[in-house]
């Protein structure tokens, strides 16, 4: 008897919920069916009855775009065709033989670079070749666009191209079109065998490594050159995320336990997302050893996560300039129907102090503030960014800016990248007290040490 009155006491409360949940849904989805009926009359009414004729598949995404208009610039709708190229660029990775072409003045094309491990490169393409042929016929007069359909084609297909080498030979090489996978884990500079040089002074061992995005394989390429690096007697890491426009959160996560033990790496929290705190373990986490981060206005997302959590988790000083300030968080949405996906920002970032990384409208505090602020100018930025990228290439001869140093001759250098000099000079006093000397306070609290740029004369080149 006392279990049937149970049973019914539960029916009941089940009941009572029921009914009071159930108008609320209907009410939920009687809006949506009159939005709905409201857009397709719209709809309508436009095919029929506009002055000029219409793109009807423009048209219905436009009204998609025009409702995510009304969010932020990172929620977008990606329609069936794009899902390929979209999901591509998010991995770091394309279809082709991996070369970037440059078309000269007088209409020659150049090769710009191979890509590390690309079909191009295993094929012997050199930076600075110029290319002459495509599958036998000449390309002289036409424009790189019309080259680079040419070399274009199916995965799997092979491409034959006749190319002349900086001393003046002259070769054919075949590669087949294949999946390429950009590296995003870089060095100070070549050798001459193309390997990375780390290391930006000799005495004592200074690496630097610059990571230029984060990758599904960004971490383990990154683990492998540091435990090389220690194992070979380095003293200290410049890690630099300048220019990194951020991508997967996972990654940075994994990076950031690389270099901290314990604590808190990062929180995710959002209007219907409980919140996630992602912690440090030290299973993998690698000896403790002096280490600075470098950021700037082009530092974004997952890398301001990193430069963040290294800097509140007493691991890492920060130089260089505030960084963007895009905090937020998208999932992928698949829509119904095979009818594309969704990109929809559904949380923000805070750092292990609470600081929210992403600028929101008229918000004055954003982002990552270094410890030691080094401003820098457009045109010299302009210019750091390009030798950086010259410094990075394959097989080109190149001025070098800043070759490797003694502790002697790094103090008395003056190179355009103030920047990474101060970082440099910044180590080398850390290594000399022993370790960094990061300040217990939260980083959010602590005051920046301004240092004041050089004044200098940079030539005006592209923007990055």
């Known amino acids: 008897m006392k279990r049937e009155k149970i049973a019914w006491t539960l029916s009941v409360l089940l009941i009572a919920i029921l009914a009071f949940q159930l108008p609320r849904g209907l009410a939920q989805r009687d809006n949506d069916y009159a939005f709905v009926r ?113 070399i274009k084609g199916p995965l799997g297909s092979e491409v034959n191209l006749r190319v002349r080498h900086d001393n003046g030979e002259e070769a054919d090489l075949k590669m087949s079109r294949q999946e390429v996978v950009v590296p995003t884990i870089k060095g100070h500079s070549r050798k001459p065998d193309n390997s990375w040089d780390y290391y930006v002074c000799d005495d004592p061992k200074i690496a630097y490594i610059r990571i230029t995005q ?25 890690l630099d995320l300048r220019w990194n426009p951020g991508g997967r959160l996972d990654q940075a996560i994994k990076i950031v336990n690389l270099f901290v033990s314990q604590g808190t790496i990062v929180k995710t929290k959002g209007r ?47 130089v260089g300039t ?22 929809l920002t559904v949380a923000y970032y805070y750092l292990p102090s609470g600081r929210l990384v992403h ?20 045109a010299t930025e302009r210019k750091v960014f390009q030798e950086r990228y010259d410094d990075e290439l394959l097989k080109r001869p190149r001025p070098k800016s800043m070759t490797r140093l003694t502790a002697t ?11 990474l000099q101060q970082a440099l000079n910044s180590m080398l006093t850390f290594i000399i007290l022993g370790d960094n000397p990061v300040s217990p306070a939260p980083a959010a609290t602590a005051p920046a040490i301004v240092i004041a740029p050089a004044t200098q004369e940079a030539p005006a080149t592209s923007a990055p």
């Open 359 to 378: 600028r929101k409208k008229g918000a004055t505090d954003w982002g990552v503030e270094p410890q030691i602020l080094v401003p820098m100018d457009e």
């Open 322 to 343: 505030r960084s963007y300030g895009k905090g937020s968080v998208q999932e992928l949405i698949p829509l119904e129907g095979n009818s594309g996906e969704l990109k």
């Open 38 to 150: 409201t857009l397709v009359d719209i709809h309508r009414q436009v095919v029929n009855n506009y002055v000029e004729p219409i793109d009807e598949p423009k048209l219905e995404n436009g009204a998609i775009d025009g409702m995510l208009n009304q969010l932020d610039p990172y929620s977008v709708y990606v329609p069936p065709q794009k899902q390929k190229d979209f999901d591509q660029m998010l991995d770091g990775a394309f279809e082709g033989v991996g070369i970037q072409l440059n078309q000269l003045d007088d209409g020659r094309i150049e090769v710009v670079t191979p890509i590390d491990g690309s079909p191009a490169f295993k094929a012997g393409v050199q930076a600075g070749d110029i290319v002459l042929k495509v599958n036998s016929e000449t390309i002289e007069g036409l424009r790189l666009a019309d080259v680079i359909g040419k």
């Open 214 to 238: 984060f990758t599904p394989d960004t971490y383990d390429n990154l683990r492998k050159p540091l435990e090389d690096l220690l194992k070979n007697g380095m003293r200290g890491l410049i």
């Open 409 to 419: 001759q790094a103090a008395a250098t003056q190179p355009i990248d103030t920047q």
């Open 272 to 318: 219907n997302r409980a919140e996630v705190i992602e912690k440090a373990t030290a299973a993998d986490t690698l000896p403790r050893f002096p280490m600075i981060v470098l950021v700037n206005e082009h530092s974004a997302s997952a890398s301001e996560i990193v430069a963040g959590s290294l800097m509140d988790n007493h691991r890492a000083v920060v």
